[in-house]
């Protein structure tokens, strides 16, 4: 069982920053391939950005790539986003997600889920 908790959302303002943070429980951190994911009103849920169990492969969304960093620390049991060039379509909560089985674009292959945290971009 793994329990995410998402931090460092907030509202910024176009090109600005934030670091999303996703503290994880468990001891068995480190075997767990990790997913971001956002969601807008109105709009399904979709794939932002996920990393190998190792740190040493990621992925991303191209509406994202460039300006999107993920990245894991497992001594920490911890994932991040670092989000740079931020844009008003970029609004969204963003949710951590972890996988029992290997990186997927697909939310349907993320078993365990945190609560979300609220990114808003002002134009």
């Known amino acids: 069982q793994v329990q995410l908790v998402e931090s460092g959302g907030g509202l910024v303002q176009a090109g600005g920053s934030l670091r999303l943070s996703c503290a994880a429980s468990?001891?068995?951190?480190?075997?767990?391939?990790m997913g971001w994911f956002r969601q807008a009103p109105g709009k399904e849920r979709e794939f932002v950005a996920a990393?190998?169990?190792?740190?040493?492969?990621?992925y991303y969304a191209d509406s994202v790539k460039g300006r999107f960093t993920i990245s894991r620390d497992n001594a920490k049991n911890t994932v991040y986003l670092q989000m740079n060039s931020l844009k008003p379509e970029d609004t969204a909560v963003y949710y951590c997600?972890?996988?029992?089985?290997?990186?997927?674009?697909?939310?349907?292959?993320?078993?365990?889920w945190g609560q979300g945290t609220q990114v808003t971009v002002s134009s």
């Open positions: 997600a972890a996988t029992r089985t290997f990186v997927v674009r697909d939310p349907r292959g993320y078993t365990y």
């Open positions: 468990g001891r068995t951190f480190s075997s767990y391939p």
């Open positions: 990393i190998n169990w190792s740190g040493d492969s990621t």
